[in-house]
């Protein structure tokens, strides 16, 4: 019994970043805009888990997250399946490349991430005749970078929560 | 040198080529299906847009299910807001309302004349049948994008382009129609530009959205006489929209010549849309 409630509580933990994953897509609410900022919370989930553990979020998760958000803000099919995806690809080299896991690691091989992404989302958008706000764009691309150890804490908790 | 190369080599197609653990297609698959989808995206064909309509409205009627407990806070802080402020507003109101009254008989002998001077130059006279009127389904605001979702579409005839008004005051028009739903792009969105015309001055300008509350007025005349105050209504150029829909009036901030809208975009419901001469057409 005391066995069962354990893997239950490890399969559920396991199945986290993919439950946000789809909520945070499907509420529309991929980036949290406050009144003087706001942090692409999208970005820094599948940053880090495909950093720490990619088994946890599978790549057509994110691909598929992505096109549900396109669909909920009404941008084309694939803008920000593209992006999370270059998020994600930047993570992947950054996971074969390093040995030790540190935040500071991790925080610094965010801003390529972050750079990549956002031009990639910036280009798509701009070849599809929709209008960017610049300045927007350069102050998410900042405070979702400044917001990533928050971030990182959670889920470095919910992280060893599937571990214990 | 050569070696550091192959080892970057090797990362790259490591990280990017290779399938993983628990994974069913590698990156390199997923980025290569987006790009093709965002490409895809421009061609107009039947089948691709009924299976792009079919998955919009299935995600729209999915996001609705997950962001109902959200909307539910979100709209019980707003009625407690509208109760605390509820004594002002009904003085406002009140004095609003004997102005109103007031105003009444002019505006009705004014819209008599207006209407025969309009059959005089063999204008299309519009009417409140030509309004249909829908729900707003969704109301995700995206900093890059701001607009609805309504639950009506091809269904009943909707089209890309029809205006779209609250009461009737206009605030966007439709640029996306699926079976059962229609996005709706509003006044205040950067990609919002519309052609407008300032009373009394009678000045022409294109209304251009920014992304916030406010949208600004672009392309006026050098010496315009435009003051606070002033209404701006919907011109009709472009034979896009009817002329004469009410939109807002001019506030002036910082010497830029702003728009206070006559709808709060953000406390919208119910929208009518304006099918234009497709009724009359049918």
Redesign the interface.
């Known amino acids: 019994m005391g066995s069962e409630a354990k893997h239950l509580k490890h399969k559920f933990f396991a199945m986290l970043p993919v439950l946000l994953l789809f909520f945070i897509s499907l509420n529309g609410s991929s980036i949290i805009d406050l009144k003087f900022f706001s942090i692409n919370i999208h970005y820094i989930l599948v940053y880090f888990w495909v950093l720490r553990k990619p088994e946890n979020l599978r790549y057509s998760f994110i691909f598929l997250s992505g096109i549900i958000s396109d669909i909920v803000f009404g941008y084309p099919l694939g803008v920000n399946a593209l992006s999370l995806l270059v998020v994600a690809s930047v993570a992947a080299y950054v996971r074969v490349v390093t040995v030790r896991v540190t935040l500071i690691n991790d925080w610094i091989s965010f801003i390529p991430a972050i750079l990549f992404a956002n031009f990639i989302y910036f280009s798509s958008l701009y070849l599809s005749n929709y209008s960017v706000d610049y300045l927007y764009l350069f102050k998410n691309s900042i405070f979702t970078f400044v917001f990533y150890p928050v971030l990182w804490l959670i889920f470095t908790a919910m992280l060893n929560l599937t571990k214990s | 040198m050569d070696t550091r190369r192959d080892d970057v080599g090797i990362?790259?197609r490591?990280?990017?080529l290779d399938k993983?653990?628990?994974?069913?297609?590698?990156?390199v698959v997923?980025?290569i299906?987006?790009?093709?989808?965002?490409l895809t995206?421009?061609i107009e064909s039947k089948p691709l847009n009924s299976v792009?309509s079919f998955?919009?409205d299935a995600?729209?009627r999915?996001?609705i299910v997950?962001?109902s407990p959200?909307s539910m806070v979100s709209g019980f802080s707003i009625f407690i807001e509208n109760h605390l402020t509820l004594s002002r507003n009904y003085n406002e109101l009140k004095k609003e309302n004997d102005k109103l009254k007031n105003n009444i008989s002019k505006k009705n002998f004014l819209e008599l004349e207006n209407s025969q001077l309009r059959k005089l130059i063999d204008e299309q006279v519009d009417s409140d049948s030509n309004l249909l009127s829908a729900r707003v389904m969704?109301d995700?605001?995206?900093?890059?994008?701001n607009?609805y979702i309504i639950n009506i579409g091809s269904n009943k005839n909707i089209k890309n382009g029809m205006a779209v008004l609250s009461g009737k005051n206009f605030i966007g028009r439709i640029?996306?129609v699926n079976f059962f739903s229609s996005?709706v792009?509003l006044i205040s969105d950067?990609?919002s530009k519309i052609p407008v015309l300032i009373e009394p001055s009678a000045n022409h300008a294109v209304l251009s959205g920014r992304?916030v509350k406010y949208p600004t007025l672009e392309y006026l005349p050098e010496k315009h006489t435009i003051k606070d105050g002033d209404v701006v209504y919907t011109s009709g150029r472009g034979g896009i929209f009817s002329p004469g829909i009410p939109i807002g009036e001019i506030k002036i901030i910082d010497k830029i010549i702003s728009v206070s809208l006559f709808s709060d975009l953000y406390q919208i419901t119910f929208v009518n849309i304006h099918l234009g001469n497709l009724k009359k057409n049918n």
């Open positions: 990362s790259i490591s990280a990017l993983g653990t628990k994974q069913k297609f590698s990156l997923l980025v299906f987006s790009i093709i989808l965002i995206e421009k792009r998955f919009k995600v729209y999915t996001s997950i962001s959200l969704l995700k605001q995206s900093p890059y994008l607009s640029v996306d996005r792009l950067l990609n992304g």
